[in-house]
């Protein structure tokens, strides 16, 4: 049970989503909502880590990004093993060979930045300018990748659609169960149009900025803190 | 029923393949029941899993049906589905109804389950402590896809019965383990998968370099990286298979 967050070290993977407002004197409505769930998770040790399908690909298909990766830009890629941390965060990139590569595995072409030229997504923005400033690097990449999903996320996705639309008893069709294989496998696109990369150059005077936010963040846990005490000591 | 006909089910009460007679009846038994399409997929149109579903039916003295509705084949290995081992425990005569007992505080590693039952005369038997602690450290939660993660409740109670049926009535399960724990045995942890990965993935980049300056520039691109040892040997035993190609 943590209290005291005076030397609390944020995870990289969170630190976007305490960035909303960064550089104003007061952390926001956003930040602030963020900070309670965090608080409440260290405080009480209860994870309310969201499960998804979509969480549920990017873990089983890390490997299948990293060898799709790897084919399309004939560069040998390990999966670091290491983590690392400083004053202020701690973290554990998927890669760290002369630059951070950050994989993260599209759920289907839909969800797939195919045609984007510039990261969208803000917390994987500050996710790698996080890890460079751990591994001390210069340049990032985000790298969506697009990978055959796994069977037994496909069996899951198909009972789900047999419930949604009436099927629970008799299975779906053949024709609607082949359409959910056909939108969740790939092997029909070339690869070289399922890997997309976005880099990201570091930006060490935002990363002093967040590190500004993070001490702010820091006395908003510890004010949650002496919050939680206070109502203690009333109801006693 | 003829005679021959009870005398080759009498010698297959003792085993299938014991005789010649017996063993040819029941390949033509097992030609009939595999052609059904109402058998599983793992029987349907295969004689000798429909050969080994009688025999392990004949030992246990259940329907052949039954055996195939509820035995797995994981990775070849013949498996028990979990609802039929509490089943099979709940049914043998032996104990009254298996019992779930759930211990430690929740949120805990301690937190587990066990399986209780009493025997005929009364006397509690209790099964083996299946706790988080033991979840972990089997690594059976790390496993890709684990069902640890998503029904975790359900999963402790299958895996107590298992080991009670195991403690309590080898007998039933034949050695048999449930489907669930194959999986978790069998399963490689995503770790080992990953490094799986890892190495298939060197030896193909591995492949395309025709010459030792193409092995060090890869060596070069994971300096400072925690790379394993497998595939640290792997990098030195294809330098020094080019350097001999060179001499």
Request: glycine share 4%.
């Amino acid at each position: 049970m943590r209290t005291d967050f005076t030397d609390y070290r944020f995870r990289a993977s969170s630190l976007g989503t305490l960035m909303t407002g960064l550089g104003k004197p007061k952390l926001s409505a956003t930040t602030q909502t963020e900070l309670k769930k965090l608080h409440r998770q260290e405080v009480f040790g209860k994870r309310t880590d969201i499960r998804s399908k979509y969480l549920d690909k990017g873990i089983q298909c890390e490997e299948l990004s990293i060898t799709l990766y790897s084919e399309v830009k004939n560069q040998f890629t390990v999966n670091n093993k290491t983590r690392k941390e400083n004053d202020f965060l701690s973290g554990e990139c998927d890669n760290a060979q002369k630059i951070i590569r950050e994989f993260k595995t599209s759920w289907d072409l839909s969800t797939f930045p195919m045609y984007d030229e510039e990261v969208k997504n803000k917390d994987y923005y500050w996710q790698c300018q996080a890890y460079m400033e751990l591994w001390d690097l210069d340049e990032a990449e985000l790298i969506y990748c697009l990978v055959n999903t796994p069977e037994g996320l496909i069996i899951r996705e198909t009972y789900y659609m047999e419930n949604k639309l009436g099927f629970a008893d008799v299975g779906l069709p053949d024709e609607l169960q082949k359409e959910i294989i056909n939108n969740m496998t790939f092997d029909d696109i070339p690869k070289e149009f399922r890997v997309k990369v976005f880099k990201i150059p570091r930006d060490k005077e935002a990363m002093r900025q967040a590190e500004t936010q993070i001490e702010m963040c820091r006395l908003y846990l510890n004010e949650l803190s002496v919050l939680l005490a206070g109502e203690l000591v009333t109801a006693l | 029923m003829n005679e021959v006909a009870k005398i080759k089910m009498e010698k297959a009460d003792v085993s299938i393949f014991s005789t010649i007679e017996s063993f040819e009846h029941w390949q033509r038994v097992a030609k009939m029941i595999s052609s059904s399409d109402i058998v599983p997929k793992a029987y349907h149109g295969n004689v000798s899993n429909t050969m080994i579903a009688i025999e392990l039916a004949n030992r246990i003295g259940i329907s052949p049906f039954m055996v195939m509705q509820n035995l797995d084949v994981i990775q070849g290995r013949p498996s028990w589905n979990s609802t039929f081992i509490i089943a099979a425990l709940n049914s043998c005569g032996r104990f009254s109804a298996i019992r779930f007992v759930f211990e430690g505080k929740e949120g805990t590693d301690e937190y587990g389950c066990r399986a209780v039952s009493k025997d005929s005369e009364g006397l509690i038997l209790t099964g083996p402590l299946v706790n988080w602690k033991m979840v972990k450290d089997e690594g059976w939660l790390s496993k890709a896809g684990s069902k640890w993660k998503t029904m975790p409740e359900l999963m402790f109670q299958y895996r107590a019965a298992s080991f009670f049926g195991r403690l309590y009535a080898p007998d039933i399960l034949k050695g048999m383990h449930s489907a669930d724990e194959t999986m978790d045995i069998i399963k490689p942890t995503q770790k080992e998968n990953h490094s799986q990965q890892e190495l298939e993935r060197l030896n193909s980049h591995l492949d395309n370099c025709d010459t030792v300056d193409d092995v060090e520039i890869l060596e070069e691109s994971l300096s400072g990286q925690d790379v394993s040892e497998t595939v640290s040997k792997a990098i030195a035993a294809k330098k020094s298979e080019l350097k001999l190609n060179l001499q």
